[in-house]
């Protein structure tokens, strides 16, 4: 049987994106904010019914690093930095020292007040602790595998009250790095997968599943074709897919504006012969 997802963050509706901007203006109530932040949230829910697994839309969350920067101690949102190579920026992570997670994070609300999440039995987007650290800056003092290591406990932990994570690995990008990481991904002991930036096709024996940007025949279980494009504004068509396959987006649908995003979505609707 088909199973489709979606990634990562989805984009802030216009009418959200408003709303913060006269929010941050003072022109409208804290309560006004947060009535349109969760009708937004509901309608990408909604959008969603049908697919093998719903996920959080994440509109609370300025950048996929931010809610983390925010709340850990030894460690703070930096200068704005290009994600990739995309016309989105996010904080860039600044470690002082050996991260330590004092309360819980995604308990706690963002910089305008707002939840980072509705929906605890979704899908449920984390960073992966490797592309945290990577895409941060740390002194030379402190040892890039141990911070590693230390971002993977508080981001596991961080997991546990959820019913299934993607961790998003970008940085990822070919097996040898995804290898590396086995001892460290195999002490997750909850359900989920990664999201890779991997485009090879061929494929280890991991114990999470994790995504490939590539469309292959009769993949392993453990694989995950990342094959609907957020970095294209065309309405992909599939005429001829297996039915034994699972397919998401390569990125996340952030960086598509609201409209095409949700074309995307039905489109993987489509596939799976929902109305």
């Known amino acids: 049987m088909l199973k489709a997802f979606v990634s990562g963050i989805f984009p802030r509706q216009d009418e959200l994106i408003g709303a913060i901007n006269r929010f941050e203006k003072k022109r409208i109530s804290f309560e006004e904010l947060e009535k349109i932040f969760r009708r937004c949230e509901e309608e990408w829910l909604d959008l969603q019914k049908g697919l093998t697994i719903v996920s959080e839309p994440s509109l609370g969350w300025n950048d996929i690093f931010r809610p983390f920067t925010l709340n850990i101690k030894n460690l703070e949102a930096g200068p704005l930095t290009r994600y990739l190579e995309t016309n989105t920026f996010y904080r860039r992570p600044i470690f002082s020292d050996y991260p330590v997670k004092e309360n819980s994070v995604l308990e706690q609300k963002n910089e305008y007040g707002l939840p980072f999440y509705i929906?605890?039995?979704?899908?449920?987007?984390?960073?992966?602790?490797?592309?945290?650290?990577?895409?941060?800056?740390?002194?030379?003092?402190?040892?890039?595998?141990?911070?590693?290591?230390k971002m993977a406990e508080i981001v596991f932990d961080e997991s546990s009250?959820?019913?299934?994570?993607?961790?998003?690995?970008?940085?990822?990008?070919d097996l040898n790095i995804l290898k590396g990481l086995e001892d460290i991904y195999s002490t997750f002991s909850g359900n989920g997968y990664i999201s890779t930036g991997i485009r090879q096709k061929s494929y280890l024996d991991f114990s999470l599943p994790?995504?490939?940007?590539?469309?292959?025949?009769?993949?392993?279980?453990?694989?995950?074709?990342?094959?609907?494009?957020?970095?294209?504004?065309?309405?992909e068509d599939f005429q001829n897919i297996e039915d034994n396959v699972t397919i998401t987006t390569n990125e996340s649908l952030e960086f598509l504006p609201f409209r095409i995003a949700k074309e995307k979505v039905l489109a993987i609707r489509k596939l799976l012969g929902v109305k």
């Open 119 to 149: 929906r605890s039995d979704s899908k449920v987007i984390l960073p992966g602790p490797y592309t945290f650290v990577k895409s941060g800056e740390y002194p030379s003092n402190l040892d890039e595998r141990r911070l590693v290591e």
């Open 161 to 173: 009250n959820f019913k299934y994570i993607e961790f998003k690995e970008p940085l990822v990008q």
């Open 210 to 235: 994790y995504t490939i940007s590539t469309y292959i025949e009769n993949p392993p279980e453990n694989i995950i074709l990342g094959i609907i494009d957020v970095f294209s504004t065309k309405i």
